[in-house]
């Protein structure tokens, strides 16, 4: 059992330039969310899905794109990279549910230059 | 609007000494309530939440959270801190309007010194 899984662990981006950040999970959870983590703001939520086909826009979405085609991946897409988008990203996932416990990936840390 | 609030950027704590990481909480209804570990260059480790029941919730690594609902906090405690205790700690909230998203607060970096 791996957990949550992601993709690079860490990636240098010239402005302009688009990329994917990959998540997966094999717990079998119905919520995924991608959050991003910056100096003294603590994480924000980017985008979440409650199941596949199902995506809905979080605290910061401009910048990013999601979609969910099955249960287990959830990629972050970025468009055109820009300098505020450096930063550590968190996946995470959990049973759907108010209560349940949310677990995260190891972050992916991006530059961009 | 749901938030949650660390008031304490850095905490310093003797190891041996009791230690306490402060969380207040806004929500409308009942709150669910979680505190995380991050330790540095990992991703983030759940230490205990609270739903309901026992305002005395015991979680991992001998980390215990009082739940007050009157003062709208939920202090993560610890009676004798360890040197390797020492890590960033968030409180998060889970957003009653939503499908279940956490909100976080900011952060608070403990430090136990030898």
């Known amino acids: 059992n791996a957990g949550v899984t992601q993709t690079p662990k860490f990636q240098v981006l010239k402005t302009g330039q688009s990329m994917t950040l990959q998540c997966a999970q094999d717990m079998n959870h119905e919520y995924m969310s991608w959050y991003r983590q910056d100096p003294g703001m603590g994480l924000r939520l980017i985008h979440y899905?409650?199941?596949?086909?199902?995506?809905d826009q979080g605290e910061v979405p401009n910048g990013y794109n999601v979609s969910r085609s099955t249960t287990e991946d959830f990629p972050l897409r970025l468009l055109s990279a820009a300098p505020s988008q450096t930063s550590v990203y968190f996946c995470?996932?959990?049973?759907f549910g108010g209560g349940e416990t949310q677990y995260f990936g190891p972050g992916t840390r991006l530059l961009v230059l | 609007a749901q938030s949650v609030a660390q008031p304490e950027d850095q905490v310093n704590v003797a190891e041996g000494n009791p230690l306490t990481v402060k969380c207040t909480y806004s929500v409308s209804g009942n709150p669910y309530l979680f505190w995380y570990v991050q330790y540095p260059n990992r991703g983030l480790q759940f230490l205990l939440k609270?739903?309901?029941?026992?305002?005395l919730v015991k979680g991992s690594y001998g980390f215990e959270a009082e739940f007050n609902k009157s003062q709208t906090s939920f202090h993560l405690k610890k009676p004798s801190a360890l040197v390797s205790d020492s890590a960033l700690y968030f409180c998060?909230?889970?957003?009653?309007?939503?499908?279940?998203?956490?909100?976080f607060g900011k952060g608070t970096k403990l430090s136990v010194k030898p």
């Open positions: 998060a909230v889970r957003d009653g309007g939503s499908q279940g998203n956490l909100i």
């Open positions: 995470a996932s959990s049973y």
């Open positions: 609270y739903i309901t029941g026992d305002n």
């Open positions: 899905s409650v199941g596949a086909g199902i995506t």
